[in-house]
């Protein structure tokens, strides 16, 4: 079946512009979760979705940075006033349950670069 | 401050030995422990996990040991082949507490050698 879908796959922008990447989690999956991979790091949480409603939010860096998923399913993460320190490759990831035991399956990622 | 740490940052195997990829933790309230996989420009795939109320978990060439009193666990493949070489992450998370989101280690390099 179709695993978790992300778009754009590379994103390069100015700083102080507006971005958004979409991200299609695996059908029927409730929990989705965004996170931020640096150069040499490995992913880092941002923001954690169960259903429509964002179930913890506290990777967020900054309140530039914002996230939405209305219909429970796909979801956007926007970011306001980029700056380039934001240029990073932002993973989404969803799994069948949000609590106990739920293995996450990750997107491929949006490559974000700000100029 | 890392609460996980992987602190190879490569390590390289010959084909057909095992590779010994380590792990090490800090927040006793980790209760879910998995390795992920990477390749270049593609995201993190799920390889095994492991439950805190085991010690070890075993998927064909893939074995995770855990070792709660040490908080270290250890990834070992196999053989290994040469298309296990990709970027490793450890991942942990504490379930039973009720948070889920992961927190990754820095990763290590494997490259199998032919």
């Known amino acids: 079946g179709a695993g978790v879908s992300q778009t754009p796959s590379n994103k390069v922008t100015e700083k102080g512009k507006y971005v958004e990447l979409r991200c299609d989690p695996i059908s029927g999956h409730t929990a989705l979760y965004w996170y931020r991979q640096s150069l040499g790091q490995g992913p880092e949480f941002l923001i954690y979705f169960q259903g429509t409603g964002a179930a913890d939010d506290s990777g967020l860096p900054n309140d530039r940075f914002f996230a939405v998923r209305p219909e429970g399913s796909v979801s956007t993460l926007k970011i306001q006033r980029t700056e380039r320190g934001d240029s990073a490759v932002y993973l989404c990831?969803?799994?069948?349950?949000?609590?106990?035991?739920?293995?996450?399956?990750f997107g491929p990622g949006t490559r974000l670069l700000v100029l | 401050d890392q609460q996980v740490k992987q602190n190879s940052p490569s390590l390289s195997v010959q084909e057909g030995r095992i590779s010994i990829l380590n792990c090490d933790y800090t927040?006793?309230?980790?209760?879910?422990f998995l390795w992920y996989k990477k390749y270049p420009a593609e995201g993190p795939t799920f390889l095994i996990s492991?439950?805190?109320?085991?010690d070890k978990n075993e998927d064909g060439r893939f074995t995770v040991f855990l070792n709660k009193s040490a908080k270290h666990l250890s990834l070992h493949i196999v053989p290994s082949q040469p298309g296990d070489s990709a970027v490793y992450f450890c991942?942990?998370?504490?379930?039973?507490?009720?948070?889920?989101?992961?927190?990754f280690g820095k990763g290590t390099r494997l490259s199998v050698i032919a």
């Open positions: 492991i439950s805190s109320i085991k």
């Open positions: 990831a969803s799994s069948s349950s949000g609590t106990g035991i739920g293995t996450q399956y």
């Open positions: 991942a942990a998370s504490g379930l039973n507490s009720g948070n889920t989101p992961l927190v």
């Open positions: 927040n006793s309230m980790f209760d879910y």
